[in-house]
C-alpha cells in the first residue's frame, strides 16, 4: 500500500534537500562571514529555495523542449544558456531579498561570498545534465531485472495485442524547442524506449516523445507495428530480413541497415504479424 503519492514524496524529498543544503550553508559560510547565525541562515534558506526554483525551471526547460533530441552544438548552447539565467536569477535574487529582509548594509557583507554561490550553482547544473544523460539507464532497473522482466515477457506473450483500441494513432506530435513535428506512421522506422521517454526513429531523425512503449504498442495499428522486444516496436514495412544470432536468438535487420534484437516472445508476435 502506498501512504504517499509520487507528487508528496517529491515535495518531502526536495524539502529535505533544501533543509540540508540551508544547514551546510549556515554552518560553512557562517564562519567566513563572522555575522549572527541567524542572518546566515536567513541568507542560506534565500539561496536554497532559488536553487530549488531555479533546478525545477532548468528540469521544465530542458523537458518541454525536448534538449536530449537537439544536435549537440545546440544542445551545448541551450544547457550553456540555462546555467547563465539560472546563475543570474540566484545570485541577483538571493541579493535582492537578502537586502529587503535584513537590509541593503548586511546584504552587502554577503558579496565576498558571489564566487562560492557561482560555483555551487555550477554543481547544481553539473547534476542536472548528469540526471539528463544517465535517464536511459532508469529503463532497465539493472541488468538483473531487465533479464528477469523479458524472460516472463517470453514465457508470457502479451495476448490482449490483437485488442486493437476504437480510436488508433494516425500520426504523433513531438515538439523539438521552439518547433512541432508531426510524424506520420509510415515514416516512423521504429520506437526504442529510453528512460521515461520513446524514442521515434525515422529516416530523417529520432524524436523523443514522454508516453510509455504500452500506450504505443496498444494504440499504433497491430498490423503495421509489432512489439518484437520489450524494448523495440517496429514498423514491418520497413523490414528487410531476419537473421539469426546467438543460438536461437533472431535479430531484424531493416532496410536502412539497423539491426535491432528480438525477444522469444517478439519473434513468435513478428511471425503472426507477417503470417509466417
Do not use: W
Amino acid at each position: 500500500m502506498k501512504f504517499f503519492s509520487e507528487n508528496t514524496l517529491k515535495i518531502l524529498r526536495y524539502s529535505l534537500m533544501c533543509l540540508v543544503y540551508t544547514a551546510l550553508h549556515t554552518i560553512i559560510f557562517g564562519k567566513l562571514v563572522l555575522l549572527p547565525v541567524q542572518m546566515t541562515a536567513v541568507h542560506a534558506l534565500i539561496h536554497a529555495l532559488l536553487f530549488g526554483v531555479t533546478g525545477f525551471l532548468s528540469g521544465v526547460a530542458v523537458h518541454f523542449g525536448n534538449y536530449r533530441s537537439l544536435p549537440v552544438f545546440q544542445k551545448i548552447i541551450n544547457y550553456a544558456t540555462l546555467y547563465v539565467l539560472g546563475t543570474l536569477l540566484c545570485l541577483g535574487g538571493g541579493y535582492l531579498l537578502t537586502g529587503f529582509i535584513l537590509g541593503n548594509e548586511k546584504a552587502a557583507l554577503f558579496v565576498p561570498l558571489i564566487p562560492a554561490l557561482a560555483f555551487i550553482a555550477l554543481l547544481f547544473f553539473v547534476i542536472l545534465l548528469l540526471h539528463d544523460a544517465l535517464l536511459p539507464l532508469r529503463q532497465t532497473g539493472g541488468e538483473l531485472v531487465e533479464k528477469e522482466n523479458e524472460r516472463k515477457t517470453d514465457a508470457e506473450p502479451d495476448e490482449n495485442r490483437e485488442e486493437q483500441p476504437a480510436e488508433a494513432l494516425e500520426r504523433i506530435v513531438v515538439r523539438v524547442g521552439q518547433k512541432i513535428h508531426v510524424i506520420l506512421l509510415p515514416d516512423i522506422l521504429y520506437l526504442q524506449s529510453d528512460g521515461d521517454y520513446v524514442q521515434i526513429h525515422t529516416p530523417k531523425g529520432r524524436y523523443l516523445k514522454e508516453q510509455t512503449m504500452k500506450y504505443f504498442e496498444l494504440h499504433l495499428p497491430v498490423r503495421l507495428f509489432v512489439r518484437v522486444h520489450r524494448s523495440f516496436i517496429v514498423n514491418v514495412e520497413h523490414i528487410s530480413r531476419i537473421e539469426l544470432f546467438e543460438k536461437q536468438n533472431q535479430l531484424i535487420l531493416l532496410k536502412d541497415g539497423q539491426r535491432i534484437k528480438m525477444s522469444v516472445a517478439g519473434y513468435k508476435a513478428l511471425r503472426s504479424a507477417l503470417g509466417l
